[in-house]
């Protein structure tokens, strides 16, 4: 006959639950280091497209402010005794005029002048009162011939600007110089290029000063070997792209237009059709020069 031990089943009955117990503190242990890891990795990535959101607002804030504060000084600068001559184009002999330069407070790196337009000595022209000048008879200037299709399709759009591509005017313009202007060897990047000159979230800027040796020799968009002076963001990640001089300033000659049409399309510029077709003129040639590798106008 078995003898009944009370304390030796005591101790097994002890044992199996401190088995469970450390099974169930070693579950928790893992499910708790499991979801501070995952809370640490959610409040990281919440905290890096925060600090990115406030980098992009801060960098428009200050973009817009100089615009601002460069459209408030053209205006208040031109009186009757001293007209402005980026107001009054009709005054003096047409060039620019030394130490008027749009943004200047504003210049803290290239990206902030490249991309916008009247980087230099030529701003939009200020919000004064309209001439109405459209007439049937299309005017020249400087002995230079209009393209009837051309001014028709123009007239046609100043009446309702929009930046749509569906329209026969910014259609035509895509074909004839953005599309060419901004086609690279390397397609892919290329396209993503357009999309961040269109969203206005490209930035090119000078690459530092360093010795000519130290420079990349490799341009991201024609894939060829080439000294880059210039490197870009398009916004989508925080990677730069390092390019050559003739990829700098085709993307500057689009973003320079396409800037233009905006204030357009904003209502910022007042001038006459007259005077906006030939502005227009000039910035369609700019990108012209620029794909051929030429000085910009």
């Not at 579950?27 to 990795?41: G, L, P, Q």
């Amino acid at each position: 006959m078995a003898l009944y031990h009370p304390k030796k089943r005591l101790t097994k009955g002890l044992s199996f639950s401190l088995q469970e117990l450390q099974l169930e503190l070693d579950r928790f242990t893992t499910d708790n280091e499991y979801e501070a890891h995952t809370m640490v990795r959610e409040a990281n990535e919440k905290q890096a497209a925060a600090e990115k959101a406030l980098r992009e607002s801060q960098m428009k804030v200050d973009v817009l402010t100089a615009e601002v504060a460069a459209l408030k000084t053209l205006v208040l600068t031109s009186t009757p005794s001293s007209p402005n001559p980026h107001l009054h184009p009709q005054i003096g002999n047409g060039k620019d005029e030394p130490g008027v330069v749009l943004f200047k407070k504003h210049r803290r790196s290239p990206s902030h002048f490249n991309l916008k337009y009247g980087r230099e000595n030529s701003p939009p022209d200020s919000p004064v009162k309209e001439v109405v000048h459209i007439t049937s008879e299309i005017e020249s200037k400087d002995g230079l011939e209009v393209d009837p299709v051309i001014h028709k399709e123009f007239l046609a759009w100043r009446q309702k600007p929009v930046l749509e591509k569906r329209d026969p005017f910014i259609q035509r313009i895509y074909e004839e110089d953005i599309g060419l202007c901004l086609n690279f060897n390397n397609k892919e990047l290329s396209h993503r290029v357009v999309h961040a000159v269109e969203s206005g979230t490209i930035l090119v800027e000078a690459v530092g000063d360093k010795s000519k040796a130290m420079f990349p020799k490799k341009c991201a968009l024609l894939e060829v070997p080439r000294l880059c002076f210039y490197r870009m963001s398009i916004g989508e990640t925080d990677d730069w792209y390092n390019i050559s001089q003739i990829c700098r300033n085709r993307i500057i000659a689009v973003c320079d237009f396409l800037n233009y049409l905006k204030y357009i399309e904003g209502g910022l510029v007042k001038s006459s059709a007259h005077d906006v077709y030939w502005e227009i003129v000039r910035l369609r040639k700019n990108m012209c020069l620029a794909r051929l590798g030429l000085v910009l106008s």
